[in-house]
């Protein structure tokens, strides 16, 4: 008959190898990479710059930028659980928490003061030439915002002129190949189509300071339970703010190569767009703040109402969440 060996001490070795083996594959297991979706928007590009330096992993919070060359393709993506998080601008994520598909916003990307353009070809030199025109736009309710400020403010009424949505990917294209008079778009495109193709700037964003946003949005389950990830991705982010303003000429020709745009394209297009840094984007989240997100939020959710993007008001408390920001040091 064997003896079995059951002494008390080689129970608990065994237990301890155990327990250690089970705490080294939690340590030491890499999570999943947190997807972040992107268009070609000027503003998103310091996540393409922290990819490119390493920042994310000098931060230790693996990451995948996935670019998408149409907003719509994006926030499609959003709403099917493929991205945990998508750059959009505020209006987009208003839409899409306005849906149904929830989320929180912990980062305020940019304010855009002149990047978001209508521009002519270079026979029209004013929104008041439109009348009758073709319009290109992408159907977002920025384009549509932007389009609207701007017939608004020379008197022109929308069923005046033609509309034609073209996806982003194409914006180029067709006003290269004249298929349109006048292009709702947005940099690194218009900058583009200013200086190679003797496009005529007629409105921007720096005619509406301050009412067109960008920001970072997770879906709200992502954002439970991974509120270490998304500390390091914000941390990252600042890194790649700093880096931009310690070394613009590196920072700009990484994000070019990346992007396959020249680097005085990319340079033009930063100019049109304002990038709070972590402290101003702290001030934002503040409701005790004289300027403050909540309070730049309802132009944005009263144009939504009347134009039936949205059923009912979003809370803004409910939507912005200062946690995580608040816990970065400078």
């Known amino acids: 008959m064997t003896k079995k060996f059951t002494h008390p001490y080689f129970i608990l070795f065994f237990f301890c190898l155990l327990t250690a083996t089970a705490l080294w594959v939690f340590l030491v297991q890499p999570t999943r990479p947190t997807i972040i979706g992107i268009n070609s928007w000027t503003g998103y590009d310091p996540l393409l710059l922290a990819d490119e330096k390493n920042l994310f992993a000098d931060n230790n919070v693996p990451v995948t930028i996935r670019p998408f060359a149409s907003t ?6 959003f709403k099917r659980g493929e991205i945990d998080a998508a750059g959009v601008t505020l209006d987009e994520a208003f839409s899409i928490i306005g849906a149904g598909f929830l989320g929180k916003i912990v980062l305020i990307v940019d304010f855009s003061q002149g990047g978001d353009m209508i521009v002519g070809q270079k026979n029209i030199h004013s929104i008041a030439e439109l009348t009758g025109k073709r319009i290109g736009y992408e159907g977002t309710m920025v384009g549509e915002f932007l389009l609207q400020r701007a017939l608004q403010n020379s008197f022109i009424k929308q069923k005046s002129i033609q509309l034609i949505n073209i996806s982003a990917e194409n914006w180029l294209s067709s006003f ?22 003797s496009a005529k700037l007629l409105f921007s964003s720096n005619d509406i300071p301050f009412e067109i946003i960008d920001v970072l949005l997770f879906s709200e389950d992502y954002y439970h339970t991974n509120k270490p990830q998304i500390k ?11 880096l931009l303003n310690t070394d613009l000429d590196a920072s700009a020709s990484l994000i070019a190569h990346r992007k396959g745009i020249q680097i005085e394209t990319y340079k033009a297009g ?18 005790s703040s004289q300027e403050n997100i909540h309070k730049y939020s309802q132009n944005i959710i009263d144009f939504m109402l009347t134009k ?5 008001r979003i809370s803004t408390l409910d939507v912005f969440d200062a946690e995580i920001i608040n816990e970065l040091k400078k």
Do not use: R
Not at 182 to 195: E, G, H, K, R, Y
Not at 270 to 286: D, R, S, V
Not at 308 to 312: A, D, P, R, V
């Open 72 to 77: 719509a393709d994006e926030i499609e993506a």
């Open 176 to 197: 290269i190949n004249n298929e349109v008079d006048a292009l709702v778009c947005f940099n690194p495109v218009s900058s583009i189509l200013l200086t190679q193709h």
């Open 232 to 242: 390091k991705i914000l941390q990252s982010w600042f890194d790649a703010i700093a």
């Open 270 to 287: 930063i100019t049109g767009l304002h990038a709070p840094k972590l402290k101003e984007n702290q001030q934002l989240f503040q409701l």
């Open 308 to 312: 039936g993007s949205l059923n009912t």
